[in-house]
């Protein structure tokens, strides 16, 4: 299917044409019928000879509804601009022509109604030479009659010509479903309509909704149900989850999490503009429409805060509006999440920057050296592709470079730590990310490389020592221990040595000394060797036994039982013996 949208002065014949194109009254609401102009959003569809099938969305020409107009091309690929021949160009075909261009409409063709009330020779002539300043450019031209059916064959076959050189949408693209109409149908419940620009649509599907679930219960096309609808389609969606009351035109029904909604963007006019523009201008995009304060950064550069968040993507086309001087300026979206602007010069600087920064791929990894860390579902979100040569660390990417650029930073925030904490065997993960200035510890383990490493919550170096007075102090104790293992040093001897709490930590964390309980430190092995001496025992045996079997005091023996119990070494019996287990 193709979509497109009309375009042109009220009274010049819009939605005749389309009604002798379509067989179709596009105009809906009787006091459209009544007045004979198109208030709101009209819609028809035809089969063309080649079997090719089209919809047409007929927009309003009257100025009081340029909104309602707005709301009708803001999705559609390409436009049928109408001039009538008794009358010839206007002031409101400029006006809907400048829209075209601002949107960048490349695609269209120009057809000149009430051929048969006037020489359609002069307006066509005319109309397709101001068209041709647009981005437009040169159109196919055809002049007709609705009333007697002159030239609606030549129309048809400029209509194929056009729609033959649309390019093709993508129905893998995440959906961005800009609601014009919503509905209740009786049996049913709430329907919406819309035109699929890209993307795929299916029955079940579950689609986000200004932050909340709802489900495709049924789905049609041109009026009739289908499973699935690819772009681009106009579509027509019943919901679940949704009551039409809380529906309004402009609403967006969204792929989850595939389009970060935002307020605040950047963007760069696609013409500069000589006169200063107001301070608040009115956003367009789909069938959207935003007040918006403007804050002119440099050039074509501009900031937009927008009354209300909208699910946008970089390259986004917006249309802006000035209401009272009946204006309109193309502006591409650059920037979904910029920075804070604080420093005297920063918005020019800004404008600067988004000046040199491409587009595609270039332009993703140019911003993503800017930001340096950003999660990979919201710079995806933000519209951007993931350069090729960004490094992945969990959900995060990192900019190109940024991670070897870290790596080399980390052994000295160690060494400076360990100057300053000598008896810590490295910093805590915290200490690392607040130095490297990271925005989640998670990404500690991708920048810690050999000979350091992560133990316990601390990035450590393989080569870490005790100071050296303290390892003195730890090698006495261990010399004495090796004949007597058991025999646990008297707290004032670890005093007397120069080992208090602080010292005996570090080195029962350096594996040199192993913590029985509080006051008691033995060497590393101390289980295996209490193991063997139990093993010489009947089973199961008393305490006195195994303090007898060890050598060691009840001031040992006791807390050594019960670490022994707690690793597993030994089982404590009901009657308060132990086994080996």
């Given at each position: 299917m193709d979509v497109l949208a009309t375009a042109g002065h009220v009274d010049h014949g819009k939605s005749t044409l389309v009604t002798a194109l379509t067989g179709m009254e596009p105009d809906r609401w009787e006091e459209e019928r009544r007045r004979g102009l198109t208030i709101d959003l009209g819609f028809a569809w035809t089969t063309l000879p080649s079997g090719r099938r089209l919809a047409i969305v007929d927009v309003p020409g009257h100025e009081r509804f340029v909104g309602n107009m707005l709301a009708g091309v803001g999705s559609v690929p390409a436009a049928l601009v109408v001039v009538a021949a008794d009358d010839g160009w206007s002031a409101q075909t400029a006006e809907h022509v400048a829209v075209l261009d601002a949107l960048g409409v490349r695609h269209g063709l120009l057809a000149v109604t009430k051929s048969d009330l006037a020489d359609p020779a002069p307006v066509l002539a005319d109309a397709a030479e101001r068209l041709a300043g647009t981005s437009l450019g040169r159109v196919p031209a055809v002049a007709v009659s609705a009333r007697s059916g002159t030239g609606l064959p030549e129309l048809a076959a400029a209509l194929e010509q056009?729609?033959?050189?649309?390019?093709?949408?993508?129905?893998?693209?995440?959906?961005?479903?800009?609601?014009?109409?919503?509905?209740?149908?009786?049996?049913?419940?709430?329907?919406?309509?819309?035109?699929?620009?890209?993307?795929?649509?299916?029955?079940?599907?579950?689609?986000?909704?200004?932050?909340?679930?709802?489900?495709?219960?049924?789905?049609?096309?041109?009026?009739?149900?289908?499973?699935?609808?690819?772009?681009?389609?106009?579509?027509?969606?019943?919901?679940?989850?949704?009551?039409?009351?809380?529906?309004?035109?402009?609403?967006?029904?969204?792929?989850?999490?595939?389009?970060r909604r935002t307020a605040d963007l950047d963007v760069t006019l696609v013409r500069p503009v000589e006169e200063k523009l107001p301070a608040e201008?009115?956003?367009?995009?789909?069938?959207?429409?935003?007040?918006?304060?403007?804050?002119?950064?440099?050039?074509?550069?501009?900031?937009?805060?927008?009354?209300?968040?909208?699910?946008?993507?970089?390259?986004?086309?917006?249309?802006?509006?000035?209401?009272?001087?009946?204006?309109?300026?193309?502006?591409?979206?650059?920037?979904?999440?910029?920075?804070?602007?604080?420093?005297?010069?920063?918005?020019?600087?800004?404008?600067?920057?988004?000046?040199?920064?491409?587009?595609?791929?270039?332009?993703?990894?140019?911003?993503?050296?800017?930001?340096?860390?950003?999660?990979?579902?919201?710079?995806?979100?933000?519209?951007?592709?993931?350069?090729?040569?960004?490094?992945?660390?969990?959900?995060?990417?990192?900019?190109?470079?940024?991670?070897?650029?870290?790596?080399?930073?980390?052994?000295?925030?160690?060494?400076?730590?360990?100057?300053?904490?000598p008896l810590e065997p490295g910093p805590p993960t915290a200490v690392l990310r607040s130095a490297l200035e990271l925005p989640d510890v998670e990404l500690v383990p991708a920048l810690v490389r050999e000979p350091l490493a992560l133990r316990d919550g601390r990035v450590v170096s393989g080569a870490a020592a005790l100071p050296p007075a303290v390892q003195q102090a730890v090698d006495g104790i261990r010399a004495r221990l090796v004949q007597e293992p058991f025999a646990a040093p008297e707290a004032g001897d670890l005093v007397a040595a120069g080992l208090g709490p602080r010292e005996l930590a570090a080195a029962v964390r350096d594996e040199q000394l192993v913590?029985?309980?509080?006051?008691?430190?033995?060497?590393?092995?101390?289980?295996?060797?209490?193991?063997?001496?139990?093993?010489?025992?009947?089973?199961?045996?008393?305490?006195?036994?195994?303090?007898?079997?060890?050598?060691?005091?009840?001031?040992?023996?006791?807390?050594?039982?019960?670490?022994?119990?707690?690793?597993?070494?030994?089982?404590?019996?009901?009657?308060?013996?132990?086994?080996?287990?």
């Open positions: 056009v729609l033959a050189g649309l390019p093709a949408p993508d129905p893998a693209a995440p959906v961005r479903l800009w609601i014009d109409r919503a509905f209740t149908i009786r049996g049913a419940g709430t329907v919406v309509t819309g035109t699929l620009a890209a993307g795929t649509v299916t029955t079940g599907d579950r689609l986000d909704l200004g932050g909340r679930p709802v489900t495709v219960r049924g789905l049609q096309s041109l009026g009739e149900p289908v499973e699935a609808a690819s772009a681009t389609a106009r579509v027509a969606l019943n919901l679940r989850g949704v009551a039409v009351e809380e529906l309004s035109r402009g609403d967006a029904l969204l792929t989850p999490d595939a389009f201008l009115v956003v367009h995009i789909g069938s959207a429409t935003v007040a918006a304060r403007v804050r002119p950064l440099d050039g074509s550069a501009l900031r937009l805060r927008l009354a209300t968040e909208l699910p946008l993507r970089v390259g986004d086309r917006l249309l802006l509006r000035d209401p009272g001087a009946r204006r309109v300026h193309g502006a591409d979206v650059r920037d979904v999440d910029p920075p804070e602007l604080r420093r005297r010069g920063a918005a020019r600087t800004r404008a600067a920057e988004l000046a040199e920064q491409p587009l595609g791929e270039a332009g993703a990894r140019a911003d993503l050296v800017r930001r340096r860390f950003v999660r990979r579902a919201d710079f995806v979100a933000m519209g951007w592709p993931v350069p090729a040569d960004a490094t992945a660390v969990g959900p995060w990417l990192l900019a190109p470079g940024l991670a070897d650029e870290l790596a080399a930073r980390v052994p000295q925030v160690v060494a400076r730590y360990r100057q300053l904490r913590r029985i309980t509080e006051g008691i430190y033995l060497a590393p092995g101390v289980a295996e060797q209490a193991r063997t001496r139990l093993a010489a025992l009947p089973q199961p045996f008393t305490l006195s036994e195994a303090r007898k079997a060890w050598g060691t005091t009840r001031r040992v023996a006791v807390p050594l039982a019960e670490w022994l119990d707690a690793r597993g070494v030994t089982v404590r019996q009901p009657d308060n013996t132990r086994r080996l287990r």
